[in-house]
């Protein structure tokens, strides 16, 4: 391990004693929600975490260093619109040589975890292969490369959920349901695109962590855990949304990494909150799942 990746003093402890840890990507904190519904979202997830028995292990750049595990003042420099930058796995090294404030991505996040020896990771939506333009996520990528269960609610509802699919299928990376036999779509309960796994407890998902370690397998599985359905929204409004967002990014010029903010942004506007709230709520939901299964490969 790097001297430049640490854990915090808690997370290290946990580690050091075989408790349970999970990772969480602050890039949602930074760029993804907006203030105070950021902090809301900070402070719901550590609870969901916690509640389950696990340890969270927030992700960054701070101070030249790639730091698993932030006291709640770090995290909460955050939350300050327009302070941290956003930082995906190409990016850490930058960041780390010029002592940026940098949120992490599920890529950064990722990497960053199984460095310190944390395998069990929690995000809202993974990236995907954008409908339009066809610009693919580093996500998918380190994904590829990257031994950890990531819990997500599928693909953000911003991408092209089939294409996106089919090159997690191409990449190696399994897509397992949790309690679902179809691809979540973040704010959306289901696609029509069928899953060939599904787990339908934590302790089926938790023997999975195991089995990944024992295989010394080189890619990540993604459990996807569907938005709560008293939050899910209407496939059909989402759609309309998005392609409505495309346009104006389009016409605003909006380009790489704040297309994903900006979408999201607008997609919440256009559906005046829903979406907003849905993901808070699979936020919660996907830590205290992740907290959950992290519990559980612990302690079998």
Do not use: H
């Not at 990531?150 to 953000?156: D, E, F, H, I």
């Not at 909006?254 to 709520?281: H, M, Q, W, Y």
Request: aromatic fraction near 4%.
């Amino acid at each position: 391990m790097s001297e430049l990746v640490l854990s915090s003093e808690e997370v290290g402890d946990a580690l050091a004693s075989g408790r349970a840890v999970a990772a969480l990507e602050t890039s949602v904190i930074g760029q993804g929600l907006p203030p105070p519904r950021n902090i809301e979202c900070a402070q719901r997830m550590t609870a969901a975490i916690r509640a389950s028995g696990a340890t969270p292990a927030w992700t960054a750049v701070v101070e030249g260093e790639v730091r698993v595990g932030l006291t709640d003042r770090q995290l909460e420099a955050f939350a300050d619109p327009g302070r941290s930058s956003k930082v995906a796995r190409r990016d850490i090294a930058f960041a780390v040589a010029n002592g940026l404030l940098g949120a992490t991505t599920v890529s950064a996040t990722i990497w960053a975890a199984s460095q310190v020896g944390v395998r069990i990771c929690v995000t809202g939506g993974i990236g995907g292969v954008q409908t339009r333009s066809g610009d693919v996520s580093a996500d998918l990528l380190e994904l590829s490369r990257t031994s950890v269960l990531l819990v997500c609610s599928g693909p953000k509802s911003i991408v092209d959920p089939i294409a996106t699919a089919e090159r997690l299928d191409e990449l190696g990376i399994a897509t397992v349901g949790y309690r679902t036999d179809f691809l979540p779509f973040f704010v959306v309960a289901a696609t029509d695109v069928e899953l060939d796994q599904r787990v339908d407890d934590v302790a089926a998902a938790a023997r999975l962590v195991r089995a990944q370690e024992s295989l010394r397998s080189a890619a990540a599985i993604l459990l996807c855990n569907p938005v709560p359905a008293a939050f899910a929204l209407d496939a059909a409004e989402v759609a309309n949304a998005v392609r409505a967002c495309e346009d104006d990014a389009e016409r605003d010029g909006i380009r790489g990494k704040a297309v994903t903010p900006f979408l999201l942004s607008c997609v919440a506007a256009r559906t005046d909150g829903s979406s907003l709230e849905a993901n808070l709520a699979l936020l919660e939901s996907n830590a205290r799942l992740a907290g959950e299964v992290a519990v559980a490969a612990a302690t079998a």
